[in-house]
């Protein structure tokens, strides 16, 4: 048994605030420099969503690597900022940088403590639930890129839809958010 | 299979540093699918404008086909502008870049991309009238910050301006109360003047003046769409309405948007304005021509803007009605507020609004003979005229998104307010830096509520969406009440993206819901033929 599990995670909690504003300033400096000021200055939430959700789920994931297991908090904080990113100009690995970028942020901060006391295989761990944590964006990624989709058509049916009632007789409020030809809405 | 890329190999593939010289030449605008409005046809242009020689381009493409004179174009008629327009020379001038603006923008707070600051996409027209038009940038150039035209000025025009909504909040923060709208009106009236426009607001503008609404509905499918209606709401209330089209010498000529007639939820609005409408006995009249209150005039060039305003007056003059009532529009009240009366008022050969039903006089309308609706219902709840059960709307828990238009180009923040407050029991305001004069676009206004630009307008809808998921998160909030038919167009997908569970009404539809109106059968359900609250089961 390594007697030395649960120092890395013990250290990295009393190092939580620089590695989370270490990550934070790594993503954000995917975008221009004033933009990224502004996310990262910017404290109102509604003057700046961007960089609130940014700072206070950053922060929650970072807690959520912590556990030993993680709770729903995990993919919805991930969500949060995936959902933002989907909608910006990113190509997707460029939005899902974010994540990915955490390794860098985590070698450049823990490589030294590691290598002293010797906590390589709990880093090892932690770097896999980085990887999961990545494929976890992922797939809200695509989620959200699909929905951007439905939505599309969603919104090519709705603007016309009282004339599509009225005069075919398709009535887009029966599919609820969805295609109305789609598989999963024909069963209606 | 090849490696995938490394995280540094992606950090790397970002360059968005800012150059600190030069920036506005160094970063060209990057056109992708997704990220701009698709252009207008040329003989749209040639048709609206009389524009000759138009040819199809795309943005995408290096070459736009601009005119071989094209710097001329532009010169010629900024400098026309600039005599014309003394607020274009004064905005032109007086911008000390102090940076009030710059955090206020809904697509820069979105995107984090600093040309969206309202100061420097300001800039991006200001540099070529330093360069040009002033004598210290003809001496100095670059070195006061001017810069000279050329095709990549042009291609960052149409990128910058058309990711600007003309919402104006920008300008409540401005000390000098530069309207950056208007700045961007006069960009795309520039652009105009080369061919570069985009479809979707071309093809409304040509609709809307040859037919009478955005998507060209024909008189008589007009009249069959209010027919619908007219059965919709006998199956709701029982009764059977006989609203008036195209009645001569009715007092009053109703013009809603057009959106509201054709697509969801904004035809709950227009059925809502119908049964009120009938509930008061009032003579009024819709118009098959005067079918569109929107005016996408205001997104291309004043000529344009003129035009259809101009329709508006010329159909209540030919039906000879005594003055206007407008529906719950968004930038028809800017126009009219604002521009019409120099563009073609004042409305002399109409009356000074005065409600047939209150008395009221509408003296704040005594120029322009327009009452917004909810001016209107606010004095018939104010004198106790209507029979309301906001119990009907129990069900709803709303909160309501000051449309950018009717708040900050004519103030109207207290009126749909009291109108929602007394047609419903739950009413819950979003947080106030969002709200009223401080209210967040719902980032598609001035023509960019077209498919193509849907991710885009996720983007840069996100402030106000954030604001709705506050009080759906904290109050339990399913409703977003608006008045402007775009909000009404636009809002459902944005909140089924950023706040699910979040739906999208009219205040009118809310107020026909309450209305009792005399002799109806018991209500079963709401407009929308949802039960009503206790009739679940």
């Known amino acids: ?188 | 299979m090849a490696n995938p890329p490394s995280t540094d190999t992606v950090v790397k593939s970002i360059d968005y540093t800012m150059p600190r010289t030069d920036w506005m030449e160094d970063i060209p605008p990057q056109f992708i699918p997704n990220n701009y409005s698709n252009p207008a046809k040329p003989d749209q242009l040639e048709y609206f404008f009389g524009y000759k020689g138009a040819k199809e381009w795309l943005p995408t493409h290096e070459d736009w086909q601009l005119p071989e004179n094209w710097q001329e174009i532009i010169y010629e008629g900024f400098r026309e502008r600039l005599e014309k327009y003394r607020s274009l020379k004064v905005f032109m001038d007086i911008c000390v870049r102090c940076g009030a603006c710059a955090d206020k923008c809904h697509y820069f707070i979105g995107s984090g991309d600093p040309k969206n600051m309202p100061v420097l996409r300001a800039e991006l027209l200001r540099s070529i009238y330093r360069k040009d038009f002033t004598t210290v940038g003809r001496i100095l150039g670059k070195l006061s910050g001017g810069r000279k035209l050329t095709k990549e000025v042009i291609k960052e025009w149409y990128m910058y301006f058309y990711q600007c909504t003309e919402c104006r909040r920008c300008s409540l923060f401005c000390p000098y109360g530069i309207d950056t709208a208007e700045i961007t009106m006069l960009a795309r009236e520039l652009l105009n003047l080369v061919g570069i426009q985009t479809d979707w607001i071309m093809a409304p503008v040509i609709n809307s003046f040859n037919v009478g609404n955005h998507i060209g509905i024909p008189p008589h499918t007009f009249k069959d769409i209010v027919d619908f209606m007219v059965d919709d709401i006998e199956e709701l209330t029982g009764k059977r309405i006989d609203p008036p089209i195209n009645k001569k010498g009715a007092e009053i000529l109703f013009i809603p948007p057009s959106g509201d007639y054709f697509a969801d939820p904004g035809t709950y609005t227009f059925m809502g304005y119908l049964m009120l409408f009938h509930e008061l006995g009032l003579d009024y009249t819709l118009s098959t021509y005067a079918a569109e209150g929107g005016n996408f005039g205001l997104f291309t060039s004043h000529e344009a803007m003129k035009r259809l305003n101009a329709k508006m007056y010329a159909e209540a003059q030919r039906l000879g009605v005594k003055w206007i009532l407008g529906g719950e529009c968004g930038h028809m009240w800017r126009v009219v507020n604002q521009y019409m009366d120099t563009l073609n008022g004042p409305a002399d050969f109409l009356e000074v609004p005065r409600s047939p039903i209150t008395g009221t006089v509408f003296q704040n309308a005594s120029s322009t003979k327009m009452v917004h609706i909810t001016e209107f219902t606010a004095d018939l709840i104010r004198n106790n005229v209507l029979n309301l059960d906001p119990s009907r709307n129990d069900n709803k828990r709303v909160t309501y998104h000051d449309s950018c238009n009717p708040a900050r180009a004519m103030g109207l923040f207290e009126e749909p307010r009291y109108v929602i407050n007394n047609v419903c029991n739950h009413f819950y305001e979003m947080p106030e830096q969002t709200i009223r004069e401080r209210t967040f676009c719902c980032g598609s206004g001035a023509g960019l509520n077209n498919d193509e630009f849907m991710e885009m307008r996720m983007r840069g809808g996100m402030p106000r969406a954030n604001a709705v998921k506050q009080v759906h998160d904290q109050y339990d909030v399913n409703m977003l009440a608006c008045i402007c038919a775009i909000d009404r167009v636009v809002f459902p997908p944005l909140m089924d993206y950023w706040v699910p569970g979040v739906d999208v009404t009219g205040v009118h539809e809310l107020v026909a819901n309450a209305l009792v109106m005399r002799g109806e059968k018991e209500r079963e359900t709401d407009l929308r033929g949802e039960p009503l609250p206790g009739k679940e089961g």
């Open chain 1, 1 to 188: 048994m390594n007697t030395s599990q649960g120092q890395l995670r013990e250290y990295m909690l009393q190092h939580r605030d620089k590695i989370v504003n270490e990550w934070l300033d790594a993503a954000l400096q995917t975008y221009p420099e004033d933009g990224a000021k502004f996310f990262k200055e910017q404290k109102d939430q509604f003057a700046n969503p961007v960089g609130a959700t940014f700072s206070r789920e950053l922060n929650n994931i970072f807690g959520e690597l912590l556990r030993e297991t993680s709770s729903q908090q995990l993919p919805d904080s991930v969500d949060a900022i995936v959902r933002i990113r989907a909608v910006q100009e990113f190509s997707p690995s460029q939005a899902l940088q974010v994540f990915t970028v955490l390794k860098d942020v985590l070698r450049a901060q823990l490589d030294k403590p590691v290598q002293e006391h010797g906590w390589q295989a709990e880093y090892r761990a932690l770097e896999d639930k980085v990887d999961q944590l990545s494929m976890l964006a992922v797939d809200i990624y695509v989620k959200c890129k699909e929905k951007m989709w439905e939505l599309r058509v969603r919104q090519a049916q709705e603007r016309v839809s009282y004339l599509l009632r009225k005069y075919a007789g398709v009535d887009v409020r029966d599919s609820g958010r969805g295609d109305p030809f789609s598989e999963d809405t024909a069963q209606d």
